[in-house]
């Protein structure tokens, strides 16, 4: 069973950065394309980012893309969203999530395996 499990998150000033983890365990995720996503209060969970374990693809949403960067220790079956000047739009609940094809996916429909979230959150 795959199991994912996101930390790293906490509470930043405006223009800080964060690192999230996602590590991931229960299968061989040489096969699998990695998402992350958030949920802000009262609004529907958004794509981050997402990242293919065999072609090192990676893709961002226009309003993370060159502050946010994926990265991955494949020893470690850990991935790595590393956010940098972070605004406060972007605090929200963070989830990473996996899904059993190697193409990496926008849409939160195409993602099996979702963690329990770790919370970021960036004051003004």
């Known amino acids: 069973q795959v199991q994912l499990v996101e930390s790293g998150g906490g509470l930043v000033q405006a223009g800080g950065s964060l690192r999230l983890s996602c590590a991931a365990s229960?299968?061989?995720?040489?096969?699998?394309?990695m998402g992350w996503f958030r949920q802000a209060p009262g609004k529907e969970r958004e794509f981050v980012a997402s990242f293919s374990w065999s072609s090192s693809r990676t893709v961002y949403a226009d309003s993370v893309k060159g502050r946010f960067t994926i990265s991955r220790d494949t020893a470690k079956n850990t991935v790595y969203l590393q956010m940098n000047s972070l605004t406060p739009e972007a605090t929200a609940v963070y989830y990473c999530?996996?899904?059993?094809?190697?193409?990496?996916?926008?849409?939160?429909?195409?993602?099996?395996?979702w963690g329990q979230g770790t919370q970021v959150t960036v004051s003004s």
């Open positions: 229960g299968r061989t995720f040489s096969s699998y394309a």
């Open positions: 999530a996996a899904r059993p094809v190697t193409a990496t996916a926008w849409s939160t429909r195409s993602y099996d395996y």
